[in-house]
């Protein structure tokens, strides 16, 4: 079944919905959510994106990254992406920042992906369930480790991550 995406226009007034491979292969506005999910002892929970997926696959990603469906919120497209990836319930969000607008071009796959993003903070110790066909694994990392990694192999962590990571300041 064909996924449809809300398109917008540059003063981010809806436009119509557009299956969303048309979307990434015109660069239409569309939003997204991205969730930072802590434990308790401060490691954040990051996926490992499934193999299948048409945008850098086989790479560690935000604990939820997820294209809003038509009319949702960002919150409410948060709390559903915790709970389809990583199965988790009752988390309560706060929103890290304002909306911003990010360009991804990525040529050879023919995709230009212009989103406009919310991220949300969130802290559970609730067991994770994966989403299988989504998610390959989970790893749990303190913020120093996943500091590390980024420097030593930025190619295993997908744009928006490294990007939004910078941008809050979790990687000062």
């Given at each position: 079944?064909?996924?449809?995406?809300?398109?917008?226009?540059?003063?981010?007034?809806?436009?119509?919905?557009?299956?969303?491979?048309?979307?990434?292969?015109?660069?239409?506005?569309?939003?997204?959510?991205?969730?930072?999910?802590?434990?308790?002892?401060?490691?954040?929970?990051?996926?490992?994106?499934?193999?299948?997926?048409?945008?850098?696959?086989?790479?560690?990603?935000?604990?939820?990254?997820?294209?809003?469906?038509?009319?949702?919120?960002?919150?409410?497209?948060?709390?559903?992406?915790?709970?389809?990836?990583?199965?988790?319930?009752?988390?309560e969000l706060e929103p890290?920042?304002?909306?911003?607008?990010?360009?991804?071009?990525?040529?050879?796959?023919?995709?230009?992906?212009?989103?406009?993003?919310?991220?949300?903070?969130?802290?559970?110790?609730?067991?994770?369930?994966?989403?299988?066909?989504?998610?390959?694994?989970?790893?749990?990392?303190?913020?120093?480790e996943l500091r590390g990694?980024?420097?030593?192999?930025?190619?295993?962590?997908?744009?928006?991550?490294?990007?939004?990571?910078?941008?809050?300041?979790?990687?000062?």
């Open positions: 079944m064909k996924e449809f995406l809300e398109t917008y226009n540059d003063r981010n007034q809806p436009t119509g919905l557009v299956a969303r491979d048309r979307v990434h292969q015109f660069g239409l506005w569309h939003r997204a959510v991205n969730v930072f999910l802590f434990r308790t002892d401060g490691r954040l929970i990051t996926q490992l994106r499934h193999a299948s997926k048409d945008v850098w696959p086989g790479t560690w990603d935000l604990s939820v990254s997820e294209h809003l469906t038509p009319g949702e919120s960002y919150l409410d497209g948060a709390v559903r992406g915790l709970n389809e990836e990583l199965g988790i319930k009752g988390v890290l920042g304002e909306e911003v607008r990010t360009m991804l071009e990525l040529p050879e796959l023919g995709i230009r992906d212009c989103e406009l993003q919310m991220c949300f903070r969130g802290i559970s110790d609730a067991e994770i369930v994966l989403q299988v066909d989504e998610v390959a694994e989970v790893r749990l990392i303190h913020l120093s990694a980024m420097c030593e192999s930025p190619g295993s962590f997908t744009p928006w991550f490294c990007d939004r990571a910078g941008e809050i300041g979790l990687l000062n």
